[in-house]
């Protein structure tokens, strides 16, 4: 499994920007798919948005397309998460997760095998 570690989560107002980044090691981290997710309290996991092994290709959940940007640096082993126009709906925990890659990419909890342990993300009104 690849060891993932998130970073960049804080404190914001609505209406600014953040970005997260995952850092990944352990294998090859070009070899595998990424995504983000977040869990709000109370609520499920759920999903945010993910890219394929080699960034050609890019999923979001319907309601945050425009907002968040998902890209990946396969040299720095890094997957980074650009949020924009933050709303006090998007505060979670927002977690990084990983799986091997596929012939599609997952956008379910289930797909991916390796996770980070998240990083916090509270956008006040």
């Known amino acids: 499994q690849v060891q993932l570690v998130e970073s960049g989560g804080g404190l914001v107002q609505a209406g600014g920007s953040l970005r997260l980044s995952c850092a990944a090691s352990g294998r090859t981290f070009s070899s595998y798919d990424m995504g983000w997710f977040r869990q709000a309290p109370g609520k499920e996991r759920e999903f945010v948005a993910a890219?394929?092994?080699?960034?050609?290709?890019?999923y979001y959940a319907g309601s945050l397309k425009g907002r968040f940007t998902i890209s990946r640096d396969n040299a720095k082993s890094t997957v980074y998460l650009q949020m924009n126009s933050l709303k006090p709906e998007d505060t979670a925990v927002y977690y990084c997760a990983a799986e091997f890659r596929a012939l599609r990419v997952g956008v379910r909890s289930a797909d991916f095998g390796s996770w980070g342990q998240g990083t916090r993300v509270t956008v006040s009104s």
């Open positions: 890219i394929s092994w080699n960034g050609g290709s890019t």
